[in-house]
């Protein structure tokens, strides 16, 4: 006969069913978390292990969508974790992964990317891989919904580095589904089905059903976008029919949702509204109301469409003050966006003007926070680097190490500098002074995906000069150098304020042209080709003469590394057809 727990095991014990029912049927979740922490208190337990219990009852008010409750839970953790040192550094680092989590879902970003660099922090001093993995995605998240893709794709590798390396199969799972769907963000949606069936594959050797349905669905959705309608159709309805065996109805209601999109795609609107209606009432029933406006917004497409004018108008209503109950601009600022299209769209352009107005004001708003956000982010992990070094510092100077200190300070003030410089290096190519080709990896994405919101077209011209191994050849390096410089200050000079010029590679110049489509941008790239044939080249030699081709290509359905490969081919049919001239 089994002895029966301990108060301190059934508290363990009705803490891990808590994690592994969160995300199933969290309201019984929500009920063992409550019956654990009130064990602990009546028992008086040891501060870790009631500090875990609160942690765990945190965790579960946020799932059941009480966001201030969870945010005091995980507060008072904070607050009794300040007073130990050291000693609780891993569960200060669990509260400020749940308190940023809260943060995140509030679309207060700058806050909860505060609470993951702080815990990160926290978890690599304590040695506790799993949440530091965490963490890491938690900060590929919030810059995922940012838009910046470079950060994102960068926190989300770090994290499955540590998965595979503390054989987490879990977490690999969770890293491999969220670089997919940063990818679907990104419009890169063959990438994204590579990791989805990764995903896929690392679901069914760790049997999570849950997130296995999250996983199709996306899948479902980046076939929708590249046109496979047939494969998309059986992703979305598989991933249905797995929602409806595992009974979990917060999981079926996107499922219903991705289908309702597809089949307003394929011109099945009375399936598509039967799948949206049923989606939005399980979320109002579940309490599970994030995903609600864009439910919203989805049924007033499909009203717009059949002509239920009123009908649509409502939705896109109901979609509007939802954002701005939960307060997430994003999402106010796609409702807004709706609302003017509708009114647009029916001539009432009196009524589309406020709408179309805030919206471009909230768009302004997020690129700016996007970037300040970016910035601090940067910004916090250099203080971090100093915050180590300034420690390690103070500990060598309390000891009989003067003469290695005073060395290492003069290191750290050469290191300082050389920072600054290599800052500036890390975005500029030193010949031309332009941009370079690692400014444009975190550049080209954000301005497509702006872009496309925009609704507005981005053009792209890859540039190479002419015969320029032959000008190295005849007439040296030092002159060819010299032709770069001249060829980039007329890139500048010719093009305008809103294009961006970027040294590409080699001879190889690349221009970036926001709101401009092919036919604007051909006649920038003429005048930029003409400015070089016609410059004095005769003053550096009587036998120079600099010409270059140049490949046009625009943003209408393309990613950015098909933009790339369009401009690529494009250049290649200009120096097939005699050089000296743009194709698009």
Known sequence: MEEPLSACEKITQLCEQVKGLLAHDSQQALCLAQQALALAQQIEAPRRLLLQA???RGGAQRFCGDLDASFEDYSEVLAQCRDQGSELDDLHASALLGLGIVYRNRADYRQA????????????????????????????????VLGSHTEAVGYYLQALTLAREQADP??????????????????????ALTYYEQALVQSDRVKDRYFRVSILSNKCSSLRQLGRFEQALSAGLQAHREALESGNEMRRAPT????????????EYEQAEQRIQEAIQIYKVVGNLRHLPEALRLQGG???????????????????????????PKEEAAAHQALAEHFESRGELGKALPHFKAYHALEQRLRREQVQLVLASRLTDRENEVARKDAELQRLRNGELAELVAALERANQQKEVLLVQLSQQAIEDPLTGLYNRRYLEEY????LQFAQRQKQVLALALADLDNFKQINDHFSHEVG???????????????????????????ELLLVMPETDSTQGRDVCERIRRAVESHPWKHFHPDLHVTLSMGLSDSRTRSPRRLLQHADKMLYVAKNAGKNQVAA
């Open 54 to 56: 609160l942690i765990c």
């Open 113 to 144: 990317l505060d609470c993951y660099q702080q815990g990160l922090e926290r978890a690599r001093r304590s040695g506790a891989k799993r949440i530091e993995s965490t963490l890491l995605n938690g900060l590929g998240n919030v810059h995922s």
């Open 170 to 191: 879990q977490a690999e799972l969770v890293m491999l589904g969220n670089l997919g769907f940063l990818f679907e963000e990104m419009g890169d949606f063959e990438q």
């Open 256 to 267: 219903l949702q991705v289908l309702a999109a597809l089949y307003k795609d394929i011109g």
């Open 302 to 328: 499909l009203a717009s469409l059949r002509g239920e004018h009123a009908l649509a108008e409502a939705a896109f209503l109901a979609a509007l003050e939802r954002t701005q109950t939960e307060g997430d």
């Open 444 to 447: 080209l994405p954000r301005e």
């Open 481 to 507: 150098d010299q032709v770069l410089k001249i060829v980039s200050q007329i890139f500048r000079k010719h093009s305008r304020k809103s294009d961006v010029v970027i040294r590409y590679g080699g001879e």
